[in-house]
């Protein structure tokens, strides 16, 4: 029988205004915020100081997803013009097995998280990359801080995320939905170390609980990882216990980091990503019967499986020959 074939979707790269554009209206909100708040503050009129604390009032008020169908078609705007920015490329292992988990509840796994996990855009259910039966209900699971935040909560739903606490993340697999999270969360961004670029650093050991839902309902988890994104941002990162408290309290890391053009906070360098899809691991449905033995047993298959799949692929990836991957 012949090997199977990697399926491949490549998009040419286009960081013209347009796609820059989109990506300003998605992720530019990180520092601009803050310079509205510094507007707010120091430099507007009373009618515009008035209208602004209006907006963010309102914002804060109204459903993430307000308005659904508008924002919905926003959110495709954006999704296909940053994977031009990003000259975005997927390869999908073995796309039959994908389609076959459609409608279990799969679970996407995808490392690492660097600074922004902005690569979780080619989940976005109205790209044709993942089988129809999975990005129909695909949804990105991130740190519900972003969802309390005005403005921010609105451009996140519309891209198709939704805040990873364990009630939405179970009652998603009930339903059969599909899920993609990172299940390395912040903490890898205390971990990133600039003086040791050849060792790659997944915060993956104790993160066992995404496994323990996946035995309650069966649901396949899927290891992915994404080449190239730590060239991202340059980034200061505070270190040490106090901050990973910090970080874990709020849902996020508290650090200083600028894109492209230099610009605080900005938007991403315009790298380009490459995600890799592995095959799903077939996970049984033990309900409530679930031993640790079980959890361990397919918390290290994944774990071998996501380093089996960064080895299978980075000595096509430039600069990653000779790097190695380390589970902490």
């Known amino acids: 029988m012949k090997p199977k074939e990697n399926k491949v979707h490549c998009t040419p790269q286009d960081c013209s205004f347009?796609?820059?554009?989109?990506?300003?209206?998605?992720?530019?909100?990180?520092?601009?915020l803050i310079l509205l708040l510094i507007y707010l503050v120091f430099l507007a009129t009373p009618l515009q100081r008035?209208?602004?604390?209006?907006?963010?009032?309102l914002s804060s008020l109204l459903p993430a997803s307000f308005p659904k169908k508008l924002g919905t078609k926003f959110g495709g705007w954006v999704a296909h013009n940053a994977i031009k920015y990003f000259g975005m490329k997927v390869t999908i292992e073995d796309e039959r097995s994908l389609e076959a988990v459609g409608?279990?509840?799969?679970?996407?796994?995808?490392?690492?998280h660097d600074i922004l996990p902005y690569y979780c855009v080619m989940f976005n259910g109205s790209l044709d990359i993942l089988p129809s039966n999975l990005r129909e209900t695909a949804q990105v699971l991130m740190t519900g801080a972003?969802?309390?935040?005005?403005?921010?909560?609105?451009?996140?739903?519309?891209?198709?995320?939704?805040?990873?606490?364990?009630?939405?993340?179970?009652?998603?697999?009930?339903?059969?939905?599909?899920?993609?999270?990172?299940?390395?969360?912040?903490?890898?961004v205390l971990l990133l170390d600039p003086n040791n670029p050849e060792e790659l650093v997944l915060?993956?050991?104790?993160?066992?609980?995404?496994?323990?839902?996946?035995?309650?309902?069966?649901?396949?988890?899927?290891?992915?990882?994404?080449?190239h994104a730590e060239g991202s941002y340059d980034s200061w990162i505070p270190r040490g216990k106090f901050f990973e408290k910090i970080?874990?309290?709020?849902?996020?890391?508290?650090?200083?980091?600028?894109?492209?053009?230099?610009?605080?906070?900005?938007?991403?360098?315009?790298?380009?990503?490459h995600i890799v899809i592995g095959k799903p691991i077939e996970v049984p449905r033990l309900g409530q019967n679930i031993e640790r033995e079980d959890v361990k047993k397919y918390h290290d298959k994944f774990l071998q499986e996501m380093k089996n799949l960064f080895e299978r692929h980075k000595h096509s990836e430039e600069g990653y020959g000779s790097r190695s991957l380390k589970i902490m």
């Open 146 to 188: 972003i969802f309390k935040i005005p403005i921010m909560k609105h451009v996140y739903s519309y891209m198709g995320g939704a805040p990873v606490d364990k009630k939405t993340f179970k009652k998603k697999l009930q339903n059969g939905e599909t899920v993609i999270f990172i299940p390395g969360g912040v903490q890898e």
């Open 18 to 32: 347009v796609p820059t554009l989109a990506v300003t209206l998605w992720l530019g909100w990180n520092g601009g």
């Open 50 to 57: 008035n209208v602004i604390i209006g907006i963010l009032t």
């Open 247 to 273: 970080s874990r309290s709020i849902g996020f890391l508290p650090l200083f980091f600028t894109g492209r053009y230099c610009i605080p906070l900005g938007i991403p360098k315009p790298v380009k990503i």
């Open 203 to 227: 915060f993956l050991q104790n993160r066992k609980g995404f496994v323990k839902l996946a035995l309650e309902n069966g649901s396949p988890i899927i290891p992915a990882f994404a080449f």
């Open 103 to 112: 409608g279990k509840g799969p679970i996407f796994a995808l490392e690492p």
